[in-house]
Every structure is written in structure tokens, then in C-alpha cells.
């Protein structure tokens, strides 16, 4: 019986472990993901800086 409970705690660590690194890579992605749309959003608006300063 208590190397039963030992294997299912084992099991549920494992399960755990699986879970958080997934939900870890999933974060990481969305953080890369704001990343990149910060950047464009930047870019865009130093477009629009240019061609402001350059219509004037």
C-alpha cells in the first residue's frame, strides 16, 4: 500500500512537472509574441515621426 501511494505522488509530481513546463513555454511565447508587436509598434510610429517631419 505505501509503495503504491509513493508511485501515485511520483506520478502526480511528473504530471505537475509536465504542466508547469508547458504552461512556462506558453508564457514564454506570449511574452516573445508582446515583444515583437511592441517592436512593430515603435517602428510604425517612427514611420509616422518621418513622414510627419518630412510633409512639414
Same mark, same amino acid.
Given at each position: 500500500?505505501?509503495?503504491?501511494n509513493?508511485?501515485c505522488? =511520483?506520478?502526480?509530481?511528473q504530471?505537475?512537472?509536465?504542466t508547469?513546463d ?5 508564457? =514564454? +511565447? +506570449? *511574452? ?7 517592436q512593430i +509598434?515603435?517602428?510604425? +510610429?517612427? *514611420?509616422v !515621426? !518621418?513622414?510627419?517631419?518630412?510633409? !512639414?
Amino acid at each position: 500500500m505505501r509503495e503504491y501511494n509513493i508511485n501515485c505522488t =511520483v506520478t502526480k509530481l511528473q504530471d505537475d512537472n509536465r504542466t508547469l513546463d508547458r504552461l512556462t513555454k506558453s508564457k =514564454v +511565447a +506570449a *511574452l516573445l509574441e508582446a515583444k515583437r508587436t511592441d517592436q512593430i +509598434a515603435w517602428a510604425k +510610429a517612427s *514611420l509616422v !515621426d !518621418d513622414l510627419q517631419k518630412n510633409w !512639414d
